[in-house]
């Protein structure tokens, strides 16, 4: 090996340890600030109490995941993805098996099992949120947003479901994502499993049969 690609392969590596800190850096603000959002609110949401508990600089807070609006959509969208980034809907696996399931009950099935798992993520986020939203107009903007898209997502999801040939003929795909939409927040995971203590698989038979009921012909 000649002393130019030695160079270019410690370079190599080099960046590529350098990449890998930065994620398991940036993995940590995420994980801290998680759990003080959850357990301390909006107001306990400080940066420095962040920096403090993930063990870094003030400065490296800000750089990697910005303000506190900021920092608060990307623990809901994180929460959704299951992931240390936001994924668009699309590119979820669970989107891909859905698209690839032949029947509008397999499709039911697979998002019931999915939306159980996602709102396990997101229900505390999503109580912590509206606490703070009365007093904080853009954390009530990013609620909204966040709502809005899930609702533009559940006409792809009604779409895909009409294609099978299995929905009512008396409901419109508008009427079909709403329903889904209604009934596939966390709202309805809060009052059922946290409050009633049903347990989570439980839950996923309950809204898959729920929803052939409602939207599908017997």
């Given amino acids: ?32 600030a998680r759990q003080l959002f959850i357990t301390r609110g909006y107001a306990g949401l400080t940066m420095q109490a962040i920096a403090d508990r ?17 920092l608060v959509k990307l623990l809901v969208e994180t929460a959704i993805s299951n992931t240390d980034q936001a994924v668009p ?3 979820r696996d669970y989107v891909r098996q859905i698209r690839a399931a032949s029947t509008g009950r397999e499709k039911l099935a697979l998002y019931a ?23 904080k107009p853009e954390l009530g903007t990013i609620w909204r947003e966040i709502s809005e898209r899930r609702a533009r997502n559940m006409k792809l999801f009604a779409a895909d479901l009409v294609a099978t040939g299995e929905v009512r003929a008396d409901l419109t795909l508008d009427r079909v994502a709403d ?7 966390p709202e309805i995971y809060t009052l059922l499993l946290e409050q009633r203590g049903w347990p989570s698989t439980e839950l996923e038979t309950w809204l898959a049969d729920s929803w052939a009921r ?3 012909v017997s």
């Fill in 1 to 32: 090996m000649t002393a130019r690609r030695r160079k270019v392969k410690r370079r190599s590596y080099a960046s590529t340890v350098r990449t890998e800190a930065a994620r398991q850096t940036r993995q940590r603000i995420v994980d801290a």
């Fill in 54 to 70: 993930s063990k870094v600089a003030l400065d490296t807070v800000y750089a990697t995941v910005g303000t506190k609006p900021e």
């Fill in 89 to 91: 809907a699309e590119q």
């Fill in 113 to 135: 099992r999915a939306i159980v798992k996602i709102q396990g993520r997101v229900a505390p986020l999503v109580r912590a949120l509206e606490a703070a939203a009365a007093a």
């Fill in 179 to 185: 329903i889904i939409w209604a009934t596939n927040g």
């Fill in 214 to 216: 409602l939207l599908l």
